[in-house]
């Protein structure tokens, strides 16, 4: 089992910055692959960014490249998400989630469903 709580969200104005932290337990993640992801009211679960623990590899959504960097610290077993410049259409739920990357070939980072364990999450809020 891994249990992750996430904290760092708030109200912002635009062109401001947050830090997500997700800070996981229960296990070591060794071979574990830590995405974000965030919802908006009235849209789906959608991928943001997610990172290797055991590795240098980065992945992010389109929309977010530029403004947002993932992060890792092996001491505090903690993954954080930079978020600059931040948009009104940045407002969202963001929920970190992991899964084990050996666990199965079929899973895939940007994939909401190939994540066993989840945090609870946290308001994003962005004014214009």
């Known amino acids: 089992q891994v249990q992750l709580v996430e904290s760092g969200g708030g109200l912002v104005q635009a062109g401001d910055s947050l830090r997500l932290s997700c800070a996981a337990s229960?296990?070591?993640?060794?071979?574990?692959?830590i995405g974000w992801f965030r919802q908006a009211p009235g849209k789906e679960r959608g991928f943001v960014s997610a990172?290797?623990?055991?590795?240098?590899?980065?992945y992010y959504e389109d929309v977010v490249k530029g403004r947002f960097t993932i992060s890792k610290d092996y001491a505090k077993n903690t993954v954080y998400l930079q978020m600059n410049n931040l948009k009104p259409e940045d407002t969202a739920v963001y929920y970190c989630?992991?899964?084990?990357?050996?666990?199965?070939?079929?899973?895939?980072?940007?994939?909401?469903?190939?994540?066993?364990?989840w945090g609870q999450g946290t308001q994003v809020t962005v004014s214009s």
């Open positions: 229960g296990r070591t993640l060794g071979n574990y692959i």
């Open positions: 990172i290797s623990w055991s590795y240098s590899t980065t």
């Open positions: 989630a992991a899964y084990n990357g050996l666990s199965s070939y079929r899973k895939t980072y940007y994939n909401a469903n190939s994540y066993d364990y």
